[in-house]
């Protein structure tokens, strides 16, 4: 039986505490607008913080993540997919794990639901809202960019809206996740490398400064 | 016809070349100013100015000229001084000209700068269904063929344009010049968005599995930019199929003073005559083995050069090539070879023999004046790339040359020149059918296009190579003017020296003479060398011999490119907590913990850190201190089996433990060896939250993973990551009671209602939930208090306010080692180093004897109980200031000296005490628990160390400060 447990009910910021919170990249919110370009090969770069996020394990093609599915609403994705949308979306990272991503503020509904469709069952919901921040890069060379730092093949034709993958861009793991076909990619990362992935991917934009 | 500062340059109207004539730009050789055109290389400029010799050689002094047009270049060689940074060794050849390139001239070797290269450099990682390299004829037809089939395709050459040796020549395809097929192609490629074209891009190494590295040059020319953000970039490209269509080149001939300036390769004449409109010399003997001279003694006659004769090693050249050669007012000179050059700086003329069918010279000769010897040795098919990815290579004796090996498989998409074929229609027809086919083969499914109708080149009749002009009067071991490889200054002589210290392997004897190690590795000298011992050895063919082995990089590339942008701060990533900046704010001094930056110190004014430390721990045992720790591991353990789990993960057990509360447990490798540490919560029935070292955290989840995934699977276990989840302050000393009270005015905090090793949840002041335990790191009362990582700065912030009033102290992860140390608590990876058993520790209390877990069978082996196993104890020095580095050896006073002197253990942490007002340490010595009260020596710098063996608890033994001073 799992009891929920308090801390974790919570983390979805009671009003009160809101206030309180810093995103990992808030200091460089000022940069990373002054170093964002438009136009032909414009490229932008932003932060999209607080997301919620619940990190989902799941016994593949059992009766629990059936369960799971119709309580979130969404099908559980198909490998490196993802499922639903960018307001609430499912992302697969591994046979049995996935990543549920709402907007800020639904950690706690989302963990409850899960757990309530996983009891009595195998499997296991974590908050990880404030695991990871979220990167948000987009525009006409974004793909160029993270060319740069990224191995996997990110041409349309191999790599489009709604997939995702867990890779590394430059010695960082991330969650990429293609967004549109502009493209736009969110890039989720762990706090605690996110200063430097900036870093990373300011340098591989500067080319695209001039133009 | 010439203009006056191009004394060489042919005009417009005789050969309009690929250069802007409507610019003229300027480089500096030497301090000397070279002026040319957009278009111009460093060489074909100087060469237009009348420059033909460039620096002497290496070893003799020896003057020589530029020699080729091409990446083979053994003496044309300068080093780049205009640059970020001056870089060595590159040839005249390969720079394309531009305005404020400066250079000088080298003798065979350049110098390292010791400046900083500060130009940029990066990486790019693309995949494609196709990648072609070369973009000569055969290249560009793989590439067309390809792309109309849908694929994916990458083009890349080493020069600034498509065409590849069609630009050196005169040659017409459907009807029109080369050039109108070759820019309708290119307008094609381009038009097509799955087609990505790299000029300026050199394929450097071809590997495994259709991995290529190509580095692109995107500064250094005419068409960059002013200032490039990146110079050079090294693409990663990872192919469904590869199309090599790398051409060949063209052999220098092993003849006596072969390396005087004025000998050119025939060629590299006709690059510079048809490419850049440069004559590179007025009367020009032509000395041949095979059909492709001819073009070079056609072009010139065609550009008013004279041609006093043609000089071919074949009996019968064909009489088609003859007859329009003496249309044009040469004669040809048949079964002869060129003997000997005459001239200083510059050939003046050769003598020429005639050479019989065994090779050896006949009484004929005669003498020609000239001022440029233009040479064709043969060619040898460009199969670097190919050999590098595994393809196995075999000597044609049809085109004299070694080509790919085998009909099928890797070998089919090696097209054009790099297999051999040498007439135009069949490299156009085997780059239209290979890149059809590659493009078949990576799902695009098309038939090769129709090929055009050619004319201007015809199929080579069989050449005839000569390994080795004999000299007029001397034996072969003393031609030590017949040059193979010019770069090194080696000769027939020195290979003839190699094989009389009894060598025969060409490796062997590449490596004894250094013919090919130079800039060229080869690509020039590599197959006469190899004819050359063939005909020493009496071997059938040069295939006999064999090559030597090709390696990556195809030509040479700065180291700075292979580093991209993993250099200066964005080396290696820099982990940061959400209290970051704080701790710069109040002037931390950082210490790196793996990838983290952990605060080492707070230094107050003018403090040194034994001073700020020493104040720190002072403020943690009579005050309040507290110290970020949220670097330490997370991870969440959740299932019906996690209890079980930790069981047989930790020594110590955890199923029993209650609900709400913590344990400290210990972790070994199956080999009974300590691997991390920390304390475990039991958030709920089936829910537990481990923490690990900073360093161990992902080492530990591997660990745990590959219990669960490989060994069982049948647990109902999920591990999940949550590290950066939480942000956790350590509040430390007598007042943190005072100040965990303030911060959770919730939480009833006294001894009796919060005990040691139990957690709550609360909500702090400011509406932050937050779970707080009662751990402790130093033997002090202790709180750990943990928040959601977005909430670090407040907490950190609010931790601060409520003791400020107390002084509250932030501390540092040295101060934090000293508190530890004084209770003997080990740092494993510090007191441990994978040798070291719990029990070696002393820990046997963490030990269950009741339950297995893993390492446990291992505890019992005889080598894990016996009785002089390393044990940890304490170590003072009986000088109370004497402080003993970490990692000194502790020794018997009265063990003799000699070496092997045996070791009783070693020092593993040493620190100054504020407590004990003295020094201090731990070490791992030799049965050391029975030996508590002993002396042992530490020999340092030259003079021992006293020191008295103890116990590792220095501190507050009875555990008397966990709970606290009383409450009044």
Known sequence: MTVLNKVESETAAPETATAARHSPLEHRAAELERRSTSGARGVRLHEEPFLSQINLRTPPGGVESSAVSDSLGLPLPTVNRVSGDEHHAVLWLGPDESLIVAPDGRAEHLLRTVRDAQRGGSGSAVDVSANRTTLRLSGPAAREVLEKLCSLDLHPRSFGPGDCAQTLLGRVIVVLWQLDREPGYRIMVRCSFADYLVDLLLDAMAEFLDG | MMSSSNPNRLNASVRPGRIDRTRTIHATVDGRAVPGRPGDTLASAMLAGGDIEVGPSIQRGRPRGVFSADCTEPNALVQRLDGDCPEPMLPATEIELQDGLRVETLSGVGWLSEQRDTAGYDK????????????????????????????????????????????????????????????????????????????????????????????????????????????????????????????????????????????????????????????????????????????????????????????????????????????????????????????????????????????????????????????????????????????????????????????????????????????????????????????????????????????????????????????????????????????????????????????????????????????????????????????????????????????????????????????????????????????????????????????????????????????????????????????????????????????????????????????????????????????????????????????????????????????????????????????????????????????????????????????????????????????????????????????????????????????????????????RAEKGFVIVGQDTDGTVTPVDLGMDWAVSKHKDFIGKRSLSRPDLVRQDRVQLVGLLPTDTTTLLPEGAHLVEPDVSRRPPVPMAGHVTSSYHSAALERTFALGLISGGRQRIGEVLCAPVGGRDVEVEITSPVFYDPEGARRDGPEQG
């Open chain 2, 124 to 819: 790019k990682f693309v995949h494609s269904d196709v990648v072609v390299v070369g973009a000569g004829p055969a290249g560009i037809a793989a590439s067309l063929a390809a792309a109309r089939g849908g694929a994916r395709v990458m083009l890349v050459d080493q020069h600034r344009e498509l065409g590849g040796m069609l630009l050196d020549g005169q040659a017409h395809i459907a009807g029109h010049p080369a050039t109108e097929w070759i820019g309708r192609a290119a307008r094609e490629l381009a038009e097509n968005e799955q087609v990505r074209v790299l000029t300026r891009a050199t394929a450097l190494g071809c590997y495994d599995h259709n991995y290529l590295l190509i580095a692109e040059r995107r500064a250094d020319h005419p068409d960059a930019p002013p200032s490039p953000t990146i110079r050079q970039r090294l693409w990663h490209v990872r192919a469904k199929q590869v199309v090599l269509a790398t051409g060949a080149h063209e052999r220098p001939l092993v003849f006596a003073d072969n390396d005087r300036p004025g000998v050119m390769l025939a060629s590299a004449v006709r690059s510079y005559l048809n490419r850049h409109a440069v004559l590179p010399g007025r009367e020009a003997v032509v000395f041949t083995t095979s059909d492709s001279a001819y073009s070079t003694a056609l072009d010139l006659l065609g550009t008013g050069a004279r041609v006093p004769a043609i000089v071919d090693t074949r009996p019968e050249p064909p009489t088609r090539l003859v007859e329009q050669v003496r249309a044009a007012g040469a004669h040809v000179v048949t079964s002869a070879a060129v003997v000997a050059t005459g001239g200083e700086h510059r050939v003046s003329g050769v003598r020429v023999r005639g050479i019989d069918g065994n090779g050896s010279l006949t009484e004929w000769s005669a003498e020609f004046p000239c001022d440029l010897l233009a040479v064709c040795g043969g060619w040898n098919p460009a199969v670097q790339l190919f050999a590098q990815s595994g393809g196995a290579v075999r000597w044609d004796p049809v085109v004299a040359g070694f080509v790919p090996s085998g009909a099928g498989g890797r070998s089919a998409r090696v097209v054009g020149a790099a297999r051999g074929t040498y007439d135009l229609a069949g490299c156009l027809a085997q780059g239209f059918a290979s890149g059809a086919e590659a493009a078949t083969l990576s799902g695009f499914r098309t038939a090769p296009p129709p090929v055009p109708q050619v004319d201007g080149d015809r199929q080579a009749s069989r050449p005839r190579p000569v390994w080795l002009v004999p000299d007029e009067s001397r034996s072969p071991e003393e031609c030590t003017e017949h040059f193979v490889d010019q770069q090194r200054d080696a000769t027939v002589a020195d290979i003839h020296h190699a094989l009389g210290t009894g060598m025969r392997s060409v490796q062997h004897v590449k490596r004894y003479t250094t013919i090919s190690t130079g800039l060229e590795q080869g690509k020039s000298s590599g197959v006469n060398a190899v004819g050359v011992l063939a005909d020493a050895l009496s071997a059938g063919s040069p295939g006999e011999v064999g090559t030597t082995t090709f390696r990556p990089p195809y030509t040479p590339v700065p180291l700075a490119l292979f580093a991209g942008r993993t250099t200066g701060r964005l080396y290696d990533p820099v982990r940061t907590t959400p209290m970051h900046r704080q701790h710069v704010e109040a002037g931390a001094v950082f210490e790196d913990v793996g990838q983290w930056k952990r605060p080492r110190y707070y230094p107050r004014g003018n403090e040194d850190m034994h001073a700020a430390v020493l104040r720190e721990c002072s403020a943690a045992r009579t005050g309040v201190a507290v110290q970020d720790v949220s670097t330490l591991g997370r991870i969440e353990i959740v299932g019906s089996d996690a209890p079980e789990f930790l069981d047989r993960i930790y020594t110590n057990g955890f199923a029993k433990l209650a609900v709400g509360k913590a344990r400290y447990g210990m972790m070994c490798g199956a080999d009974g060896m300590v691997l991390d540490d920390g304390v475990s919560m039991r958030l709920a029935e089936d829910r537990y939250l481990m923490s690990t070292t900073t360093g161990g955290a992902a080492k530990v989840l591997d660990w745990l993973e590959e219990w669960l995934q490989t060994e069982w699977p049948e647990l109902d276990v999920y591990c999940t990551s949550v590290t950066e989840q939480w942000a956790a302050v350590a509040v430390v000393g007598p007042d943190s009671r005072t100040v965990v009270g303030r911060l959770a005015p919730d939480l009833d905090v006294s001894a009796e209602s919060f005990g040691f090793m139990r957690f709550h949840e609360t909500v702090l002041v400011g509406g932050i939930p937050a779970r707080i335990s009662r751990v402790s790191f130093s033997g002090e009362l202790a709180f750990e208090v943990n928040v959601a990582r977005w909430y670090g700065q407040a907490l950190w912030e609010a931790t601060m306010t409520a003791g400020s009033d107390l002084d509250i102290t932030p501390y540092g992860t040295e101060a934090m080692h000293v508190l």
